[in-house]
């Protein structure tokens, strides 16, 4: 048995954001990071659909990305002295993420951040408000996933807050947001999305529903990655990956997801490898050794024509150069010595991560320690 969680209405496609004209409600609190969709005019658009919708509108902006959590408590203030009964998180994943945490904080002002962390902390929301999201990068998924993650710069620590409770109720997916993403965060998210239909196609609870969005989104990847970098003014392509996008968040975020994503949030913290990235560089190898006990990759490495998992692993590392981001750990710039120092430390860290939970091999220290040192040196193994 199992239970498959998405937002109520998902409005897709270029043109889009004029759903919001749809909406009800009274008042409605656009929660944004910086000037960004200021200056493309989509907060504009937003704020002008809303108040044909009926609903009055304020803005919260500031959040930084990585949120963290003296901003989500700044913004529950805010928005117990405007009382939305919506809430809209628009712009990055950082944006979105930090939205559903204020929300959180708004409707019980008592949570406490590290008690959120726990399996099912989240208690029943929309008491005072609904959701809505629309991203204007295509990578996290947010706008469809229960996950929003918090940072607390005093402890160093990102807490990750998981509950079908904050899926959002609307997410808009509208591919002209997204034109003035710069090439660099295209590739990595891009590849962030494929990371994502990858790791949830083979999770160890994935099933028929979860499998042909997953799919989906890895083949729409793979056909338009290249072209958006290529061609930044391609709307039809930034739809694709998009679309994309959500897909695999769709998919993620009711089967999971796999090593790849319990290491790579070890180099991203401790060497500040952007997500996407790390993903890339991990995923290879990561096929390759999980590759033994599922051949689900060989369904993937068909949507390119081939046959072998080697081939898919071979095929994503294709991928990953010809949108121009590194091969290996140690050609993003991290010395020998700095990994020497940290590579026991990252290897528990990943071991205990959540995500390692749904990988479909389960992985011994010294198996990923291993994966990680190949990943260092950007060579293939074979485990
Ligand atoms: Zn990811």
């Given at each position: 048995?199992?239970?498959?969680?998405?937002?109520?209405?998902?409005?897709?496609?270029?043109?889009?954001?004029?759903?919001?004209?749809?909406?009800?409600?009274?008042?409605?609190?656009?929660?944004?990071?910086?000037?960004?969709?200021?200056?493309?005019?989509?907060?504009?658009?937003?704020?002008?659909?809303?108040?044909?919708?009926?609903?009055?509108?304020?803005?919260?902006?500031?959040?930084?990305?990585?949120?963290?959590?003296?901003?989500?408590?700044?913004?529950?203030?805010?928005?117990?002295?405007?009382?939305?009964?919506?809430?809209?998180?628009?712009?990055?994943?950082?944006?979105?993420?930090?939205?559903?945490?204020?929300?959180?904080?708004?409707?019980?002002?008592?949570?406490?951040?590290?008690?959120?962390?726990?399996?099912?902390?989240?208690?029943?929301?929309?008491?005072?408000?609904?959701?809505?999201?629309?991203?204007?990068?295509?990578?996290?998924?947010?706008?469809?996933?229960?996950?929003?993650?918090?940072?607390?710069?005093?402890?160093?620590?990102?807490?990750?807050?998981?509950?079908?409770?904050?899926?959002?109720?609307?997410?808009?997916?509208?591919?002209?947001?997204?034109?003035?993403?710069?090439?660099?965060?295209?590739?990595?998210?891009?590849l962030d999305v494929l990371s994502h239909g990858v790791e949830a196609y083979v999770s160890n609870i994935a099933d028929r529903y979860n499998d042909a969005l997953a799919k989906g989104a890895i083949d729409l990847v793979f056909k338009t990655l290249?072209?958006?970098?290529?061609?930044?003014?391609?709307?039809?392509?930034?739809?694709?990956?998009?679309?994309?996008?959500?897909?695999?968040?769709?998919?993620?975020?009711?089967?999971?997801?796999?090593?790849?994503?319990?290491?790579?949030?070890?180099?991203?913290?401790?060497?500040?490898?952007?997500?996407?990235?790390?993903?890339?560089i991990l995923m290879p190898n990561v096929i390759r050794f999980n590759s033994k006990v599922t051949n689900k990759y060989s369904e993937l490495a068909a949507l390119s024509g081939r046959t072998s998992a080697e081939e898919f692993a071979q095929e994503?590392?294709?991928?990953?150069?010809?949108?121009?981001?590194?091969?290996?750990?140690?050609?993003?710039?991290?010395?020998?010595?700095?990994?020497?120092?940290?590579?026991?430390?990252?290897?528990?860290?990943?071991?205990?991560?959540?995500?390692?939970?749904?990988?479909?091999?389960?992985?011994?220290?010294?198996?990923?320690?291993?994966?990680?040192?190949?990943?260092?040196?950007?060579?293939?193994?074979?485990?």
């Amino acid at each position: 048995m199992a239970k498959f969680k998405v937002p109520k209405e998902i409005f897709h496609g270029l043109g889009s954001l004029e759903n919001l004209k749809g909406l009800t409600g009274k008042k409605a609190v656009i929660v944004i990071g910086g000037s960004s969709v200021k200056a493309n005019g989509s907060l504009e658009r937003t704020e002008n659909y809303l108040k044909e919708a009926g609903i009055s509108t304020v803005v919260f902006s500031g959040v930084e990305p990585d949120p963290s959590i003296e901003t989500v408590l700044k913004g529950a203030e805010f928005f117990t002295q405007e009382q939305p009964d919506v809430i809209v998180g628009l712009g990055g994943c950082s944006s979105i993420d930090a939205a559903k945490a204020m929300w959180i904080y708004y409707e019980y002002p008592d949570s406490k951040l590290e008690e959120l962390a726990a399996p099912f902390a989240v208690k029943p929301m929309r008491n005072k408000a609904y959701f809505v999201a629309i991203p204007s990068t295509s990578g996290t998924g947010t706008e469809v996933t229960g996950l929003s993650v918090i940072t607390d710069r005093e402890k160093g620590t990102k807490y990750p807050i998981v509950s079908h409770e904050l899926t959002p109720d609307v997410a808009i997916i509208d591919g002209d947001l997204c034109a003035s993403m710069p090439k660099h965060v295209t590739a990595n998210t891009g590849l962030d999305v494929l990371s994502h239909g990858v790791e949830a196609y083979v999770s160890n609870i994935a099933d028929r529903y979860n499998d042909a969005l997953a799919k989906g989104a890895i083949d729409l990847v793979f056909k338009t990655l290249p072209t958006v970098i290529e061609e930044p003014n391609n709307l039809e392509a930034r739809q694709a990956m998009h679309d994309a996008s959500c897909m695999a968040g769709m998919a993620f975020t009711n089967v999971w997801l796999g090593i790849v994503h319990s290491m790579s949030h070890q180099i991203g913290g401790t060497f500040g490898i952007p997500h996407g990235c790390g993903n890339a560089i991990l995923m290879p190898n990561v096929i390759r050794f999980n590759s033994k006990v599922t051949n689900k990759y060989s369904e993937l490495a068909a949507l390119s024509g081939r046959t072998s998992a080697e081939e898919f692993a071979q095929e994503v590392s294709k991928l990953r150069a010809s949108v121009g981001v590194v091969g290996s750990i140690k050609e993003y710039g991290v010395s020998q010595e700095e990994w020497d120092a940290k590579l026991d430390v990252l290897t528990q860290n990943a071991m205990d991560d959540p995500c390692t939970l749904f990988n479909p091999r389960k992985p011994k220290f010294e198996e990923i320690k291993a994966i990680f040192q190949a990943c260092y040196e950007g060579r293939a193994i074979t485990l």
